[in-house]
């Protein structure tokens, strides 16, 4: 199974700073990666797919980019509202479908 | 607009069954694949299954193979899982997914989840 490493674990910023978040697969999963930005009682919800797609209502300051092994979540500039835990997941081999084990996006 | 609204959820004994029901709306579940994540308290997502959408092939993560079952209700556009034999390890949040297309499994649209809990 495609393993997704996430880093850092914990990410402390400051309203109006940039959050580069990183996920790393075990093998090559082409483009066929998503992240997904989950809130405390929420559900997730789907931000990034193939790498660098928003998803529908997406704020432009999300931005995706990366490819086979390497691939980055950039906030350009944080929001109050994304504070938050965000996960990638891939879909190039399954099942399963793997997800990373998180970022958590707090304030500073 | 896509709504995915799931019940079942509760407390179970351990080697117990629950079923899990997913009802969708917004859209006609036989054209999409769907699935469902979970998540235990405070640990992040797990894929725990799929379903196909026209040819409803089934996948399965390795520690449900056996004991889950998912399948899909076209006539009431309600998606299921039955769960058997289930352990302390089976305790999450369950949440149903509909994926972006009857294959491609991007997870789109998520309910907000059923809790779980399988405890003595």
């Known amino acids: 199974e495609v393993v997704l490493t996430q880093s850092p674990a914990t990410l402390s910023l400051s309203p109006g700073e940039r959050a580069t978040l990183s996920c790393r697969a075990s093998e090559s999963v082409d483009k066929y990666l998503a992240w997904f930005q989950q809130k405390p009682g929420q559900a997730p919800r789907l931000l990034i797919y193939?790498?660098?797609n928003r998803a529908t209502g997406i704020p432009a300051r999300f931005s995706g980019s990366g490819s086979g092994t390497d691939f980055t979540l950039a906030i350009s500039s944080l929001e109050p509202e994304d504070f938050a835990v965000y996960y990638c997941?891939?879909?190039?081999?399954?099942?399963?479908?793997?997800f990373g084990g998180g970022t958590k996006v707090e304030l500073k | 607009e896509v709504q995915l609204l799931e019940s079942g959820g509760g407390l179970v004994q351990p080697g117990g069954s629950l079923r899990l029901s997913c009802v969708a709306s917004g859209f006609t579940l036989r054209n999409y694949a769907m699935s469902w994540v979970r998540q235990a308290p405070g640990k992040g997502l797990e894929w725990v299954s799929a379903?196909?959408?026209?040819?409803?092939?089934?996948f399965y993560t390795d520690s449900v193979k056996g004991r889950f079952t998912i399948s899909r209700d076209s006539s009431e556009n309600t998606l299921t899982l039955q769960m058997n034999s289930l352990t302390s390890a089976d305790t999450a949040v369950y949440y149903c997914?509909?994926?972006?297309?009857?294959?491609?499994?991007?997870?789109?649209?998520w309910g907000q989840g059923t809790l779980i809990t399988v405890s003595s």
């Open positions: 193939d790498a660098s």
């Open positions: 997941q891939q879909r190039k081999t399954w099942p399963p479908l793997t």
């Open positions: 379903i196909s959408g026209s040819d409803e092939r089934t």
């Open positions: 997914v509909k994926a972006w297309t009857q294959t491609n499994m991007v997870l789109e649209h």
